[in-house]
């Protein structure tokens, strides 16, 4: 009877979504939320204690979570005896607030408002078998235990002072996990996943299929394509959604430096996606078309003068230079073999822009130093779909993601030479790119579909779990991989968002 406890407590109501400037109002749902739960918990409790399956304060007996009375003694009684000191299991201290926010020498173990994707609850319920920490040999968490962790992390993981962990990062990654409807927020500096935003908890479908995500160079706003909800979301820094625009089959998505226009090509996903570009409004997401004859452009990049937009063709190799703020186009075919451009990197002089072509397997130079009068230059061979680039701010190298060899090419910027193939734990599927705007670090997000990365835990559920690999560019070799959720896709750095 006790220990059905856990399939009881209704951990979901609490559930949400890291939007922190509204924790005052749920503060308020929660207290009375709580006081149902508060009664029922305490009802089953009183036939547990007789047992005294009940080790330290349980949740029902309070309305405010305080982390010193009621979280750091559990730790202290269950945890703190392998996780404390220098030499802390995995390197996972549990010995103050700060320190269990800072995770293990791999990754988070709590994400604040998402319980049922923190480590620390999975690892103490979810592993096969025993869980940990009873498969370590000592006693582990009661039902009621667990509840209250999983309150406490539901409701923000707060310090007694109402601190909300990563409140104030201003290093932020968003990655897309399209398979499951969600996005991962990565403080890039902590490279920790800090947030995990669950979409259908906003009434979008299972299939909303994110692709992609750019952010303001403030870092206030951010948007994020549905391609399977045919929608572009505009979410605030604190991930609350503020409006969206309806928009067919959504792809890739850039800003235009000045004129306050959000950019979306076509995703792939449909053949019947229209052969238009999409120009919003990003002040009240106005959706105005360009159409552009050729059918899903996908590349997509704004030369940073804002002079024009470039597009290419997914299915005929014919180069689109739109005139920005107009919707005058001028095509340029694009030679060589089918290259099916996928993806456009401009260097931040604007007089350079590579595109990878992903039927061909090349990378493929363009000088656009005149934007009127584009000159294709040299092709590349690099690994198989090549899928994104990103140039360093620094412009001394490109880092190419190549999908079906598992690697990252890193190319010389002046010689085009290839100085590096990149593979290694981590990299599956490599997708999305993205660097920090100290010349750092390189973050690529591996879609792992078919499972060529095995997760550090195996909870049954998680074999294709995507990763964000973190390369350091001073010696080209991955140093991290986060684990984020199924089918990591596009991603969006904060511009001049640091690795350090
Ligand atoms: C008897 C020692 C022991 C106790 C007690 C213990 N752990 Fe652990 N814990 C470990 C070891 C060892 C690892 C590393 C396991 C591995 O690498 O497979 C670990 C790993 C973890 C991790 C994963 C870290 C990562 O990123 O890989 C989490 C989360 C965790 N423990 C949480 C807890 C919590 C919460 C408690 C208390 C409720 C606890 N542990 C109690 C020994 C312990």
């Not at 408002?113 to 000592?138: C, F, K, Q, W």
């Not at 186009?329 to 990197?345: E, N, R, W, Y």
């Not at 590349?380 to 999908?403: E, F, H, K, M, T």
């Not at 290694?424 to 078919?450: C, H």
């Amino acid at each position: 009877m006790c220990t059905d406890l856990s399939d009881q407590t209704p951990a979901e109501a609490y559930i949400s979504f890291g939007i922190e400037t509204s924790a005052y109002q749920r503060q308020r749902m929660k207290v009375s939320a709580s006081a149902a739960i508060t009664l029922s918990i305490g009802l089953i409790l009183g036939g547990c204690e007789l047992l005294n399956d009940v080790t330290s304060p349980d949740p029902g007996s309070t309305d405010t979570i305080v982390f010193s009375s009621h979280i750091q003694p559990l730790f202290d009684t269950h945890c703190t005896g392998c996780h404390s000191g220098e030499t802390a299991d995995a390197g996972l201290r549990f010995d103050s607030w700060s320190n269990t926010m800072l995770g293990s020498k791999h990754g988070e173990a709590v994400i604040p408002y998402a319980a049922g994707h923190s480590l620390m609850i999975r690892l103490v319920t979810d592993l096969p078998g025993d869980p940990h920490p009873v498969n370590e040999g000592n006693e582990g968490l009661s039902a009621a235990e667990v509840a209250l962790l999983e309150r406490w992390i539901d409701e923000g993981a707060l310090d007694d002072d109402g601190t909300v962990p990563f409140a104030d990062s201003n290093d932020l990654l968003y990655v897309c996990n399209r398979d499951e409807a969600s996005i991962s927020v990565i403080d890039t500096k902590a490279k920790l996943v800090i947030r995990r935003l669950d979409l259908v908890k906003l009434g979008f479908t299972e299939n909303a299929a994110p692709y992609d995500v750019v952010v303001e160079p403030g870092g206030e706003q951010w948007y994020v394509s549905l391609a399977g909800d045919n929608a572009v979301l505009k979410f605030s820094r604190a991930n609350e959604l503020v409006a969206q625009a309806a928009v067919t089959f959504p792809g890739l998505l850039a800003l235009h430096p000045t004129n306050g226009i959000l950019y979306a090509g076509r995703a792939l996903n449909s053949a019947q996606a229209p052969a238009s570009i999409v120009a919003i409004r990003r002040s009240d997401m106005f959706v105005d078309e360009i159409p552009v004859v050729f059918s899903r452009p996908h590349a997509l990049a704004v030369r940073p003068q804002g002079d024009v937009v470039f597009s290419a063709g997914f299915d005929v190799d014919q180069l689109m230079a739109i005139q920005s703020g107009t919707s005058s186009v001028t095509f340029t075919p694009i030679t060589g073999p089918l290259h099916s451009m996928g993806h456009f990197a401009i260097s931040p002089d604007g007089n350079w822009m590579w595109g990878s072509g992903w039927a061909s397997s090349l990378m493929t130079l363009f000088d656009i130093s005149n934007p009127q009068a584009v000159q294709q230059r040299q092709s590349i061979p690099v690994a198989a779909d090549p899928r994104q680039a990103a140039i360093l701010p620094n412009s001394s190298a490109l880092y190419i993601s190549g999908n079906q060899d598992d690697v990252v090419t890193v190319v010389d910027f002046s010689s085009t030479q290839v100085r590096k193939v990149i593979s290694g734990n981590g990299m599956s599927e490599p997708n999305g790119i993205a660097v920090t705007g100290d010349n750092r670090f390189v973050f690529v997000s591996n879609a792992n579909t078919a499972g060529g990365y095995i997760p550090r835990y195996d909870f049954r559920d998680n074999d294709r779990t995507g990763t964000v690999v973190v390369i350091d560019t001073a010696i080209d070799e991955i140093v991290k991989v986060i684990e984020v959720g199924k089918r990591a896709s596009g991603l969006g750095m904060k511009p001049g968002a640091i690795g350090f």
